[in-house]
């Protein structure tokens, strides 16, 4: 039994933008993989739970990055799970560069989902899963609720195939691009993202129409949230800090 897991990753051409380093969406990325590792590893992975029909949804992300690695550089992303209740686990992460120092924190709270209900599993139900809580928290702060956003309309978009994860919904990591995308060049060059929270709310579907609204409530401070036709999808928020 593992319940701290480390995985040094070095960071390829594709995870990195047009200044050459790592973009939000590729670290979290990383972060969803450590965690499944972690998770495999210990007999508690996606394959393990696929066997009785049921698969781990992520529902929030709260990150804060102190700066941004650059291509070839090696992280160390540590994880480990903090607390386990009925419905939902809270994991959080450490992130390191080579020279051993903190360059971003993250938590992040998860359900187990029922493939066929798509509702929530009690992981009580998972044997020896209670062993694997740590107690132990992290920087990144807590998981806040997220207000209505009722900001302008920055952008509409058709889910496609290629948003279209194993659990058959958008994939998580599909809505941090989209929503980094609600920025042009000049802002990444002036000024980086140090804080991500996102609430994942409602399921979002291949051929569904979304908009994404977006309000800034304070300076480099913005809020979004993307409805469907029918319902809120998730919220979010992007707060930045000058170069």
Not at 25 to 54: K, T, V, Y
Not at 57 to 75: C, F, G, K, M, S
Request: hydrophobic share 35%.
């Amino acid at each position: 039994m593992e319940k701290e897991f480390s995985y040094i990753f070095k960071i390829a051409p594709s995870n990195v933008d047009f200044q050459g380093k790592l973009t939000l969406a590729s670290l979290i990325e990383l972060l969803m993989e450590a965690a499944g590792r972690h998770a495999d590893g210990n007999g508690f992975g996606m394959r393990q739970l696929n066997e009785f029909n049921a698969s781990w949804v992520v529902l929030r992300i709260a990150l804060e990055i102190n700066y941004y690695p650059e291509q070839y550089d090696e992280i160390k992303i540590s994880t480990w799970i903090e607390k386990i209740q009925p419905i939902k686990t809270i994991r959080n992460f450490c992130i390191e560069n080579a020279q051993g120092e903190i360059i971003a924190s993250a938590t992040s709270e998860w359900i187990m989902m029922d493939l066929t209900q798509r509702k929530p599993k009690d992981l009580l139900s998972l044997e020896g899963f209670e062993e694997f809580a740590t107690g132990k928290e992290i920087s990144a702060g807590k998981l806040e609720k997220l207000p209505p956003v009722k900001g302008e309309l920055v952008d509409k978009i058709t889910v496609k195939y290629g948003d279209i994860d194993i659990n058959e919904h958008v994939n998580s990591i599909r809505y941090v691009q989209w929503l980094c995308n609600c920025f042009n060049l000049s802002d990444y060059r002036e000024k980086q993202i140090e804080r991500f929270e996102i609430h994942y709310i409602s399921e979002l579907h291949e051929n569904e129409n979304i908009k994404i609204f977006r309000e800034e409530k304070k300076k480099n401070d913005f809020y979004f949230e993307i409805d469907s036709d029918k319902k809120t999808i998730c919220r979010a928020r992007i707060s930045f800090s000058e170069k």
